[in-house]
């Protein structure tokens, strides 16, 4: 966890310096900035639909930590989250063409007709979110941030399992996000729904998430240290 903090304070204070000057709260520097400050407060449970590049809009599900405020109005979420989903079409069709051109290559041959058939591709994706918290009337959270995440692809298929073609749809690749959101405190419950955009290397998707986070940390239920 210390790690996590670690990482989270360097990448939040980073985001707390380019918005210093929109800040909630008061005036701050970088002396009000600690991991020490971090403490788990809330775990949150999410779905989400996404459009993505490369792979037909599907489904997600996700897993949230709420470790309180960095700083003032930072606050740190690490996640975890998971899709599944079957490459477009077109995206199969150039896929096979580029594996029907090596083979012609090779063989010094014309290009054989390939058929890979159906190709899915999973994504498991760990994420560091660091988020500038405001409140609004009515006692709704709103904020907005940035994120670091790793994904961890794998694709699978019929005609592609065991071959070249699945080693090179199965990576280990870095991401960032943009986001924002909005949270309605209700005692110790607060549903939640965000907009994210996510980049890799590899593909592109905006996301909207919905879900619900229980609270326990020692603050009481709805108060933000971020005030």
């Not at 897993?63 to 079409?89: E, T």
Request: hydrophobic share 40%; charged share 20%.
């Amino acid at each position: 966890m210390r790690t996590v903090a670690r990482v989270g304070c360097v990448f939040a204070v980073g985001l707390a310096s380019l918005s210093a000057g929109t800040a909630p709260v008061g005036a701050q520097g970088l002396a009000d900035f600690d991991y020490e400050n971090l403490s788990f407060r809330g775990i949150g449970l999410e779905a989400g639909f996404l459009f993505p590049t490369r792979v037909e809009s599907t489904q997600s599900v996700g897993l949230r930590l709420d470790l309180g405020y960095l700083g003032p109005g930072v606050r740190i979420i690490p996640g975890l989250s998971y899709w599944s989903s079957s490459f477009k079409s077109g995206e199969v069709q150039e896929l096979e063409d580029r594996v029907g051109e090596l083979i012609g290559s090779q063989t010094d041959g014309v290009p054989p007709s390939v058929d890979l058939g159906v190709i899915d591709w999973r994504d498991l994706v760990l994420s560091l979110d660091a988020q500038m918290v405001w409140q609004v009337p009515l006692g709704v959270l709103t904020y907005a941030g940035a994120g670091i995440s790793a994904h961890m692809l794998n694709g699978s298929g019929a005609a592609i399992d065991g071959t070249f073609v699945e080693d090179l749809l199965d990576s280990v690749t870095a991401g960032f996000n943009l986001h924002s959101g909005l949270e309605i405190p209700m005692g110790r419950l607060r549903p939640y729904l965000m907009g994210r955009y996510e980049v890799t290397g590899d593909v592109q998707y905006l996301e909207i998430r919905i879900g619900g986070q229980l609270m326990f940390g020692a603050s009481a239920p709805g108060e933000e240290r971020s005030r």
